[in-house]
């Protein structure tokens, strides 16, 4: 029963178990598939004076983790934060796909987002893996070069992988996970770094050839901040026994941001006109409570701005559940909300897939109350964003690498893009 109720509000698209009818509760995941069945009519928005039907979102919003281990990768997470749960735990992004274009550190962790493809066997399991370097100047100038180039950018600070597996695979079991401590992934990862905890450690310490690194920066910094000693114990213990392996030390060993799980619910559930469901609204509304203050502040900062039309819509949306961090929608009929009329793309400006030359379309863009929840301050040289728009091959091919580079639009607040 438990078990059941973390599964089902985990961002799960289409599930592994065939769930029947969703129950006509506000806070159940779309696990019918797709996001345009299951009980997503119940929820439609029936604004009068809404030209074309518009596609239900899913919203994103993050949760304490409830126990330990409910974020492995067996169990197909959504989450963000903490380090990666590599759906395909051996063939990792390689080359330059982890660093930083612009400062060449490795990218940091952002968020993943379990979202299968019902009609697509090659899709049966299917993440999408979001990450970021955590310079601001380096946003800044991926923001500012993603107009110069209008077929892809190869130069990026924000970079976001699918990866995707038929059921069955080398990894995992091809009947769903229990959600008991029988689950188990079929085969272990790749040993990752021992600093970042996120990238393929290929690099290994010379002096105790046990600390593996994902680069010589990650490898400068973890012996800076303390390698360099427990460098000299690994090699005497493992002189003294080879048996008795000490670890290296916990993974990872640098900061990354703060660990979520990826909670949904419709947006529909959060409909001000459907208010007959009061009770369990409140319900809802009552577990994310913190950054209405932000919305505030939002609204103070850019009462001023001529873009104000586009900024009064995205604000009424983003009030009906102002603690999302992510939307979500795959449909056909499904567009970005975006904060600001000007810094959006024109279709020309969105590349083809680089794999099968198909065309991209819109699927999620994150929020900035992410960076509430990263604890990100708001300082001048802060991360932050307007939105960020990721937009996917529309059929989600199957060519290539096991991370197929998707790509994402930067939009930035106008006091970000004119700081000097
Ligand atoms: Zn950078
Ligand atoms: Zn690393
Ligand atoms: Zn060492
Ligand atoms: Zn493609």
Redesign the pocket.
Known sequence: MESNADKLRTLTITSLDEEDDEPELPHRSPSGGGGGDGGSADYEDEDEDDEEEEAEVTLGFLEKPKREGLLLRHLFPSKAGGIPAWLDPVNFPSGNSSFCGFCGEPLQFVLQIYAPIEDNAVAFHRTLFMFMCPSMACLLRDQHNQWKHRQGNPCRSVKVFRCQLPRCNAFYSSEPPKHNDSDRPLCPGAPVCHWCGTWKGDKI?G??K??RYCSEKHQAQHWRSG?KN??LQ?ISSSEASSSAQPTVGKVPASKSWPEYEIAIDYEGAFDSDSCDEGSSKSLVMQRHSKPDDMMQSWMDQFEADADNKCWASFQERVSRAPQQVLRYCRESNAKPLWALSSGFPSNADIPSCSYCKGPLCYEFQIMPQLLYYFGVKNEPDSLDWATIVVYTCQGSCNQNVSYKEEFAWVQLYPTTTTKP
């Open positions: 310490c002096s105790c046990k600390a390698h427990d460098c690994l």
